[in-house]
T-cell receptor, first 112, second 114 residues
Framework: GQQVMQIPQYQHVQEGEDFTTYCNSS?????IQWYKQRPGGHPVFLIQ?????EVKKQKRLTFQFGEAKKNSSLHITATQTTDVGTYFC????????????FGRGTSLIVHP | DGGITQSPKYLFRKEGQNVTLSCEQN?????MYWYRQDPGQGLRLIYY???????QKGDIAEGYSVSREKKESFPLTVTSAQKNPTAFYLC?????????????FGDGTRLSIL
């Protein structure tokens, strides 16, 4: 079945440093979604990428979808303590079920 | 405000006991899901339902059961057959029939063994 690998599992940064998490799928994706889960909270939808090579920005967050639609990344510039949480990617296989497969998530820890 | 309500927030189960987690949504979504979250494991799909009176097993359905008698409600029962039920359980919903629809999550239920 479809697998979505996400790395790294944990990332410690000093406040102000950049952060990147990567998501790789074993199959071509129709779309990929990113979610953020704050400690003790629930996942909240951030953004969706659909087109090959698509890049979207939300303030300090930059999301990319690979040309082959099998990988994606989330980059945060100049991290802040409010960025702390676990970031999940979720991808749907092309021609497959509409149910997304979630990556294991990357937990971001920001040290002030 | 529309949203998803999960209850209770914390739940304790005794050995051999079945417990039911509640999930109610007023978003008028057709699709609903149950996920289990363990540290470092991400979100694993237990069951999902696309329409009333129909549901499908996810990746880790053993030891769990669900019902979908109403569009708004999708309760999850953790049966005594589930030997390791301690986890964080998340209910989600989305519009059905469109793969682009994001999932909306409830606040979750933390289940522990007494």
């Amino acid at each position: 079945g479809q697998q979505v690998m996400q790395i790294p599992q944990y990332q410690h940064v000093q406040e102000g440093e950049d952060f990147t998490t990567y998501c790789n799928s074993s199959t071509t994706l129709s779309n990929i979604q990113w979610y953020k889960q704050r400690p003790g909270g629930h996942p909240v939808f951030l953004i969706q990428l659909v087109k090959s090579g698509e890049v979207k920005k939300q303030k300090r967050l930059t999301f990319q979808f690979g040309e082959a639609k099998k990988n994606s990344s989330l980059h945060i510039t100049a991290t802040q303590t409010t960025d702390v949480g676990t970031y999940f990617c979720a991808g749907r296989a092309s021609g497959g079920s509409y149910i997304p497969t979630f990556g294991r998530g990357t937990s971001l820890i920001v040290h002030p | 405000d529309g949203g998803i309500t999960q209850s209770p927030k914390y739940l304790f189960r005794k050995e051999g006991q079945n417990v039911t987690l509640s999930c109610e949504q007023n978003l008028n979504h057709d699709a609903m899901y149950w996920y289990r979250q363990d540290p470092g494991q991400g979100l694993r799909l237990i069951y999902y339902s696309q329409i009333v009176n129909d549901f499908q097993k996810g990746d880790i359905a053993e030891g769990y059961s669900v019902s979908r008698e109403k569009k708004e409600s999708f309760p999850l029962t953790v049966t005594s057959a589930q030997k390791n039920p301690t986890a964080f359980y998340l209910c989600a919903s989305s519009k059905a029939g469109d793969y682009k629809q994001p999932q909306h999550f409830g606040d979750g239920t933390r289940l522990s063994i007494l």
